[in-house]
């Protein structure tokens, strides 16, 4: 490993965001993948809080870069002029993002201004050459690609699950704010609101960095309490397929899918759901798949680790009730 | 009104898609579709120049433009059967394993041919993804290379005025964002469900005429598109192994258990 690290040794732009609260498990995962490949560099549009300061000193990283941007850095155009003057005050070599639908904007953009290569939704490595590589799993899950990068920088954003995060001994890092100016194009949409929604089910993990996903389908006619039952008794976010979003029995936040919210947990059960391809681009990531269905010829079955045949109704708060027990015993 | 939809020909997600030895994914006319997402940017442009009541259909414009070899031709169909009024074709084998990038360079080249050409352009509408490289930087991208504002990932949209005005839904948030035409504007499956094209549709559109272009159309380096500009390389693409066979637990009163004992056995929980 020390080989690689010296090939690699340079700085690594990772953009911090959602920090209010503290750095959220896919920014921690980042940073244990930026410590792991060079020096991580944060970069934040926003002062930390004492909370923030605390997780990015775990974390190893080597500097913070907050930058001070004259527009609302809210818009993507913005957000990315700023993570650009930032990887190259730092000369960041690699910039990492986490998957979300506003990060694949900024990191786009941002990759355009370095001329940098870009890969989404994969996994930064080191080949035996010494270069940096992306690994990525695509067409839902069933090939594995390796690319590797033609230009001086490279840019990426990873998904939640990925690596596990892991702390150092906390250690002191110096900060430092850089002002940039914004372009007229960057500006020339307007953020008219900005409103964040309530966070419902406050005790449940948000779905796309949960490690353990109960989703449910047309299969559970509307009622998603079995379904709320076994993700509480994992302690797993709560998933849906289109259908149950198009049908109101949930919120679109839910939706997992390849045009909802990718998920790639440790565990993902599928309750009532057929397995549609839109569906499975969205979960097959999953490291152990599980189907709860009463028809033996669903398509979930056909990718799945372990299928149960029967009602979600009756299976679902079963096992709910015997991981309980489980708990309580061990 | 004139609106661009820049479409894609991708291989059908239900079908078997892989990769062939240089790492570029297989479209065969076989298996290829219009993009899905595509279809719904149709029925957004179809809608907005529906909508100007104000100027006869005759005188809006929805074009259709795709970039790729002459199997693509079938989305540009596909469109036709929805209702667009014209179709470009750009094909060069110069273009061949262009990137996210040279795309977008492709696309805001054609674009600014098309106004050349006296069409000029109020909006360009994109889907949100292509479903077979789910990359959804193109459209980002474009707004960035013709410097044009950027209305993406649209749930609702409505034009008025020279100004377009979006909602979209991101995770945990949602923003309204203005902004003038000519200006991108990406909508999301949510938006609107395509039409069902009629028969007479259906057959009119098989003798639609396609304006095929090369590069010698676009102002553009052809150093800069194609596989030779390319920022990444796949080195390698395989399929992964087949699973363990799956494991099914028929319920007779006892599958939730099973469940919590699989769970359990695997060490998951």
């Known amino acids: 490993m020390t080989e690689t690290h010296s090939r690699f040794a340079g700085k690594i732009a990772v953009l911090i965001d959602h920090a209010a609260d503290g750095l959220h498990s896919p920014v921690r995962e980042l940073l244990t993948i930026a410590r792991d490949l060079g020096q991580p560099v944060a970069v934040s549009f926003e002062a930390p809080t004492a909370q923030v300061e605390a997780d990015l000193a775990a974390l190893g990283i080597a500097e913070l870069i907050v ?36 990060n694949r904007e900024i990191v786009a953009l941002t990759a355009r201004r370095l001329g940098a290569g870009l890969v989404a939704d994969a996994r930064p490595e080191i080949g035996a050459d010494g270069q940096l590589q992306a690994f990525k799993r695509v067409f839902a899950g069933t090939w594995d690609v390796v690319s590797e990068f033609e230009t001086e920088r490279a840019v990426m954003t990873v998904r939640a699950n990925t690596v596990q995060a892991s702390t150092v001994e906390p250690t002191a890092y110096p900060t430092r704010t850089i002002e940039v100016a914004a372009s007229a194009w960057a500006k020339s949409a307007t953020l008219v609101t900005r409103t964040l929604h309530e966070h419902t089910g406050a005790t449940r993990p948000p779905l796309a960095e949960a490690a353990y996903v109960v989703a449910g389908g047309r299969g559970t006619l509307g009622d998603f309490s079995a379904v709320e039952e ?21 919120d679109h936040d839910a939706q997992i899918g390849q045009t909802g919210v990718t998920v790639a947990p440790r565990v993902y059960i599928g309750a009532g759901i057929s397995g549609a391809p839109h569906h499975r681009g969205g979960m097959q990531a999953a490291q152990t798949i599980i189907a709860v269905n009463t028809d033996p010829e669903t398509p ?25 027990e489980y708990r309580e015993q061990s | 009104m004139r609106v661009l939809v820049p479409v894609k020909y991708v291989p059908d997600i239900q079908s078997d898609r892989r990769f062939d030895d240089d790492g570029r994914i297989v479209r065969t006319l076989a298996e290829g579709t219009l993009n899905e997402l595509d279809e719904v940017a149709v029925e957004v442009a179809l809608r907005l120049v529906e909508a100007d009541t104000g100027v006869p259909r005759e005188e809006h414009e929805v074009i259709a433009l795709t970039i790729g070899p002459a199997d693509a031709d079938l989305a540009l169909r596909k469109a036709y059967q929805l209702g667009v009024d014209y179709a470009v074709r750009v094909t060069d084998d110069a273009i061949i394993g262009s990137d996210y990038f040279a795309t977008a360079r492709l696309l805001s080249a054609a674009t600014k041919a098309l106004v050349a050409d006296d069409r000029p352009i109020d909006a360009v509408v994109t889907g949100m993804a292509a479903l077979d490289s789910l990359g959804s930087v193109v459209s980002t991208l474009l707004a960035a290379e013709l410097e044009w504002p950027q209305l993406l990932l649209a749930r609702s949209l409505q034009v008025s005025d020279g100004r377009a005005r979006i909602e979209r839904e991101l995770d945990g948030v949602t923003e309204e964002l203005t902004a003038p035409l ?20 259906i057959v009119a559109a098989r003798t639609k005429p396609i304006d095929v272009w090369d590069m010698s159309r676009l102002a553009i380096d052809a150093e800069l598109v194609g596989q030779s500009a390319a920022r990444t390389r796949v080195i390698s693409a395989a399929p992964r192994p087949e699973k363990d066979p799956v494991i099914v637990h028929v319920d ?3 599958g939730g258990k099973e469940l919590a004992d699989f769970l359990i056995s695997r060490g998951l929980v």
Do not use: M
């Open chain 1, 67 to 102: 930058v001070d941007i004259d527009a609302d850095w809210h818009l993507t155009a913005v957000a990315a002029e700023g993570l650009t003057a930032a990887a190259l005050e730092c000369d960041a070599k690699l910039v990492l993002a986490t998957t979300t639908f506003e």
């Open chain 2, 182 to 201: 000519p200006a991108v504007i990406s909508v999301t499956d949510h938006i609107a469900a395509p039409r069902y094209p009629n028969f007479s549709s």
């Open chain 1, 300 to 324: 979930l079955f056909e990718i799945c680790d372990f299928a149960v045949v029967g009602d979600l109704g009756e299976v679902l708060p079963q096992a709910a009730k015997h991981l309980r």
């Open chain 2, 252 to 254: 007779q009163g006892e």
């Open chain 1, 230 to 250: 076994l993700a509480d008794a994992l302690g797993a976010a709560v998933g849906a397929t289109r259908d149950a979003v198009d049908e109101g029995w949930v």
